[in-house]
């Protein structure tokens, strides 16, 4: 055995630690960048869609024959479009809001205990809130925004410093 293995790993260090703590430090900016990235692309695509139904109706506008052409259709806005650039805006404010003091300032803190004992009690069942959080940015953001949550909540749950407890 070299020296390197016979020292004996310091009280308290845990061997996911580092990078668990940067990614869960990390998480409040990507969930920014996720949401910055959904408010401008339905943005870009209502302005493409918008520009060429102007060029298509200007060109049906153009070619009408009173009575025998219908009226040419309304711009079609699609509402998907509408609901991301919301959820963008909610997911910017959740992630300052929540994820930011009680997520991300705990992981850079190395804090596990704050995060494995900050839990929603239904019953005698103890549910920890950053999966709950991770359900959240899920369903406001796409997919990538809300994995490092749930990457971090399931290392430190199933992998973690000290035993997680489901019951209370």
């Avoid at 520009?51 to 009408?64: C, M």
């Avoid at 650039?85 to 009680?102: G, H, Y």
């Amino acid at each position: 055995m070299t020296e390197q293995e016979k020292k004996p790993k310091p009280k308290g260090k845990w061997q996911h630690e580092n990078w668990v703590s940067i990614l869960g430090k990390w998480t409040w900016v990507i969930l920014l960048v996720n949401a910055l990235v959904y408010i401008l692309w339905p943005i870009v695509t209502i302005a493409t869609t918008y520009s060429e139904w102007l060029s298509l109706k200007q060109l049906y506008d153009a070619s009408y024959i009173p009575g025998i052409m219908p009226p040419y259709p309304a711009y079609p806005l699609d509402a998907y479009l509408i609901w991301e650039i919301i959820a963008a805006i909610i997911l910017v404010i959740f992630a300052i809001a929540i994820v930011r003091p009680r997520f991300s300032k705990p992981c850079a803190d190395k804090d596990w205990d704050k995060l494995l004992d900050d839990v929603l009690v239904l019953g005698s069942v103890r549910i920890p809130w950053m999966l709950i959080w991770g359900i959240i940015t899920e369903i406001l953001g796409q997919w990538w925004g809300g994995a490092p949550i749930f990457v971090v909540a399931f290392v430190l749950i199933f992998a973690g410093p000290k035993p997680y407890s489901w019951k209370t």
